[in-house]
């Protein structure tokens, strides 16, 4: 149904109307970089008292994103893939079963150095499952956890054909002489601008931080179809910048009456 609006224009009325949209249902393909360098300790430490590794914090904050995304929808659905020096299947049937999708994400376990990191494999799956999924009235979007600070991602793909929606968080070490981050982080930003065929979005840290991983991942649970642009983001707010404007408030109040409590 159309939505019909009155808009008073210079005394005048103008009349517009606002299409309705259809949000669909997400298939989304989570892939994990298991690369070594996703066995990097962070700083966070864990409930045994020795430190999370990335790999440990990427698998808690993927199974709270799997729940919390089916909270809000129960249609959608995941499925797993794993990324050495090409991309591989972990589980290909997207399941919309949050036991059976922690059940084989709680099996994923690293692997050797690869030495590089090829992307067309991925892209190309995932473009055929987006088929798959436009087929059944829903949308794909891919999920990339890449950990390497020192192997730029490669990628043989045509830049005009967005199936897909691509996301990325990128985990790495300070820069460093013997490591890249940056250009890491470039050429993954050119694959969301030129891949992506909603808004994607992309973050990094390099803190070691749990909560650099678990923040992301929540904003992350926005709907492709629903996103603003990644730079006008502002969430989630930090309270940290709420002091001054508290601090100046109580200096306003030693000048000021103070008014009465409810």
Request: charged fraction near 25%.
């Amino acid at each position: 149904m159309e939505a019909d609006r009155d808009v008073v224009i210079g005394g005048g009325a103008s009349r517009y109307a606002l299409k309705p949209t259809r949000i669909n249902s997400e298939d989304i393909l989570i892939c994990v970089d298991v690369d070594a360098e996703s066995m990097v300790e962070m700083k966070t430490t864990g409930t045994n008292g020795r430190p999370l590794t990335r790999m440990e914090c990427v698998k808690q904050a993927v199974i709270l994103f799997i729940h919390n995304k089916l909270s809000i929808n129960p249609d959608h659905r995941f499925a797993f893939a794993t990324l050495s020096k090409s991309a591989a299947w972990l589980k290909k049937d997207f399941t919309s079963d949050a036991a059976s999708a922690v059940a084989s994400l709680r099996g994923l376990s690293a692997t050797k150095s690869s030495g590089r990191a090829d992307l067309t494999q991925l892209f190309r799956v995932a473009a055929q499952e987006a088929k798959n999924s436009r087929a059944q009235n829903r949308i794909l979007r891919v999920i990339l956890i890449y950990c390497r600070s020192s192997v730029r991602p490669t990628h043989d793909w045509p830049t005009k054909q967005k199936l897909f929606t691509l996301d990325v968080m990128y985990l790495h070490d300070k820069p460093s002489p013997d490591n890249c981050p940056q250009d890491v982080y470039d050429s993954l930003v050119d694959a969301v601008e030129h891949i992506s065929e909603y808004e994607g979005y992309i973050f990094e840290s390099g803190q070691g931080l749990a909560r650099s991983v678990f923040k992301p991942m929540s904003i992350l649970l926005s709907h492709p179809q629903q996103r603003c642009a990644q730079e006008d983001l502002d969430i989630p707010k930090s309270l940290a910048k709420k002091v001054p404007v508290v601090e100046a408030a109580s200096a306003d109040d030693n000048h000021n009456p103070q008014a009465m409590s409810q």
